[in-house]
């Protein structure tokens, strides 16, 4: 099937999502997306973000589509063209997409674990506007725990449903949910029941926000400060293989590997997540690849920085006299 993605051509199967035709172009087409997530059955379709324009329909009907269509729930047809980026429509719309997401949301990101990785900052710094319509009172909750590793900060909760998609899927015998419904909605564990069993760490890596965190993590350090690595060990409930970040030569916290569009690869069990907090634990394969926008990568420049005055040490040793100098 022949689809058309801001002016891109693609070939792609049947059955395929607007969404996953535009991630198989790349990120400069391809919408963002809160709540889809690839690993999750049934997951899309609450947050609106990923929205498109639907331009002609297919080759057979090549009407517009009347409304823009959530782009992670829509599935491409032959002859199908589609604007995201190239449309002025989607552009503001989607702004108003993520003054929604904000409207109950905390600005509280100089204190969250989650800065420097949230996708709704992402989001808001990307597409969103500067400004802000609501003038009511926001939504605010107690924080609770969900079990003895998580905290629940419900304040900052966009209602993807990634988390109980989580639950359900990979973990067994779910208890939490979204009570209530409307502005009323909300993630519970149906009194503050524990979460307990090996898989349940998942919750707080599929979150998008720093509504879910790991509590052996919580105000240990800004994500900027740490060098993630890929490391592995033999685990017998999981694949073994995670992201440890690394504070000097202490491991902070333990996460599992991300893919480009910040989805998990593969789900790791909490005895990897909570139980492995020395760096002899893990064989370290190497750096993490970290995108170069992402404030986690700040770092390098540091290394880069390093990395000069070692060499211009060396070739000082060696007599060696740079180009500039010479006479
Ligand atoms: S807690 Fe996080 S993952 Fe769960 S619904 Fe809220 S934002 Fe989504
Ligand atoms: S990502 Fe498509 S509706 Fe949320």
């Not at 709540?35 to 009407?63: D, F, H, Q």
């Not at 032959?78 to 993520?98: C, L």
């Not at 480009?260 to 005895?271: A, G, P, R």
């Amino acid at each position: 099937m022949k689809v058309t993605i801001d002016g891109i051509e693609i070939d792609v199967p049947k059955g395929t999502t607007i969404l996953q035709a535009a991630r198989m172009i790349g990120p400069e087409v391809a919408p963002p997306a809160m709540c889809y997530y690839t690993k999750l059955k049934t997951s899309g379709g609450y947050c609106r973000t990923c929205i498109v324009k639907v331009t002609a329909g297919s080759t057979a009907n090549p009407t517009p589509m009347p409304k823009p269509v959530a782009s992670c729930r829509t599935e491409v047809m032959d002859g199908m063209v589609v604007q995201n980026f190239t449309s002025p429509e989607i552009i503001e719309a989607r702004k108003g997409v993520v003054e929604f997401l904000l409207i109950n949301h905390p600005l509280d990101c100089p204190v969250c674990d989650q800065a420097g990785e949230c996708k709704l900052q992402d989001l808001g710094f990307e597409n969103g506007s500067s400004k802000t319509r609501y003038e009511f009172k926001r939504r605010e909750y107690e924080m609770i725990d969900i079990g003895d590793k998580i905290k629940l900060h419900m304040t900052r909760c966009i209602l993807c449903y990634r988390c109980v998609k989580t639950a359900e899927q990979i973990t067994d015998g779910r208890v939490h949910g979204v009570m209530h419904r409307g502005d009323a909605s909300e993630i519970s564990t149906y009194i503050e029941k524990i979460v307990d069993n090996d898989f349940s760490g998942n919750v707080i890596d599929v979150c998008p926000v720093g509504a879910l965190t790991d509590k052996t993590f919580r105000f240990k350090q800004r994500v900027w400060f740490t060098k993630p690595v890929d490391a592995h060990r033999n685990c017998e409930k999981c694949c073994g293989k995670t992201r440890v970040w690394l504070k000097g030569e202490e491991v902070v916290r333990v996460t599992a590997r991300k893919d480009q569009w910040d989805e998990v690869e593969e789900f790791i069990c909490n005895t990897c997540r909570y139980d492995h907090k020395k760096k002899s634990d893990w064989v370290i394969e190497g750096p993490s690849p970290i995108h170069r926008s992402s404030v986690i990568s700040q770092n390098h420049y540091q290394h880069l920085n390093e990395l000069k005055t070692r060499v211009l040490k060396e070739q000082k040793a060696l007599g060696f006299i740079p180009f500039d100098k010479r006479p």
